[in-house]
């Protein structure tokens, strides 16, 4: 099991899902997302964006005009083509020659795409964006919600809102908004394997499994603090990490 973390000035690969090696990079790197254990990219503080090659081989990617502060990355699974979010609503992918504002200068929170038209981004405010050969229009599809993340395991689409601990759904033609996770705080993120399994962290250490028709949430995890990272590769491995520090495994049956 590989996984992939970043820091400041450092990044940090695991190959057996328990020992962590940590490989220094003159970089605050804020994200970074793998479409193959062949491929990754890294983004950093100062609009820099990076290209890992084999877990080994780190190269920096051209400037983009226009792109400003980066802070999202999301990359099509098993391809070496990846979508950029930065501050004042811009965003790119690769082979861009400049970012562009597709969000009327708002802030993305989430950024996910399992190709090329299934593919949004989303904001606090509400709006969502969708790519299908080129970005269109902003829209409040889920009504007044606090959106912070986004995954699109292939055609079906999950948005996490944080004012009501929901969870936003794409069905390939439309958004809805489901009932609460659970009882307790705001949603915080969301991550899927597929569209019958997802799960949703919350700001009070819990996390809520998706099986396809509803949502079970966790007990409260560690010491409690908010799920602020979120990643399921399958249905048998997820990891989270919360604002603590602590960092949470997932092996199919539980935490």
Do not use: H
């Amino acid at each position: 099991t590989t996984c992939i973390a970043v820091g400041q000035n450092a990044y940090y690969v695991t190959t057996d899902g328990a020992d962590w090696s940590a490989y220094a990079i003159s970089a605050s790197l804020r994200d970074v997302d793998c479409a193959s254990s062949l491929y990754c990219a890294l983004v950093a503080a100062g609009g820099r964006t990076f290209s890992l090659a084999n877990l080994t081989t780190l190269t920096e990617d051209a400037a983009v005009s226009g792109a400003g502060d980066v802070t999202q990355v999301d990359c099509i699974p098993s391809t070496t083509t990846c979508f950029y979010a930065g501050t004042g609503g811009k965003a790119w992918k690769t082979g861009d020659a400049a970012a562009v504002d597709i969000d009327a200068g708002r802030e993305i929170t989430g950024i996910s795409c399992s190709s090329t038209t299934a593919c949004f981004a989303v904001d606090y405010q509400g709006y969502i964006v969708r790519y299908a050969s080129g970005w269109g229009v902003p829209s409040k599809a889920l009504g007044g919600t606090q959106l912070v993340g986004v995954s699109c395991p292939d055609s079906i689409c999950f948005a996490a809102d944080t004012s009501a601990s929901r969870i936003g759904r794409w069905n390939g033609a439309a958004w809805s908004l489901g009932d609460p996770i659970d009882a307790y705080t705001g949603a915080t993120r969301v991550s899927c394997a597929s569209s019958t399994f997802c799960m949703a962290g919350d700001q009070a250490g819990r996390i809520s499994r998706w099986d396809g028709s509803t949502w079970t949430p966790s007990a409260p995890l560690g010491r409690r603090y908010t799920i602020n990272a979120l990643d399921c590769l399958s249905t048998s491995f997820c990891v989270a990490a919360s604002s603590s520090g602590e960092v949470f495994m997932w092996d199919g049956a539980s935490w």
